[in-house]
């Protein structure tokens, strides 16, 4: 059951939480034994992209975080 790609980028209602779940989901899957072998190759690549658009997701989080603590660092003292 091939899930429909999704980048992270054009989505608006992308969630961080719902594209980890599916790749507990497509895990569980592949680890189930009961998919054929294309399939669980394809499975697999759609987990390793939704890996991707998680990393990339917490690498802009985590800058923006960085940016925010360093403008609180650069403000005067009153």
Do not use: H
Not at 8 to 25: C, H, I, M, P
Not at 35 to 50: D, I, W
């Amino acid at each position: 059951m091939p899930m429909p790609k999704q980048k992270k980028s054009n989505q608006k209602d992308w969630n961080y939480e719902a594209t980890a779940a599916r790749v507990e989901a497509i895990i569980e899957d592949i680890e189930s034994g009961n998919l054929e072998l294309a399939e669980t190759f394809e499975q697999f690549a759609l987990a390793v992209e939704y890996l991707q658009q998680c990393e990339t997701f917490v690498l802009e989080r985590k800058q923006k975080m960085s940016l925010l603590v360093e403008t609180l660092t650069d403000e005067p003292d009153f």
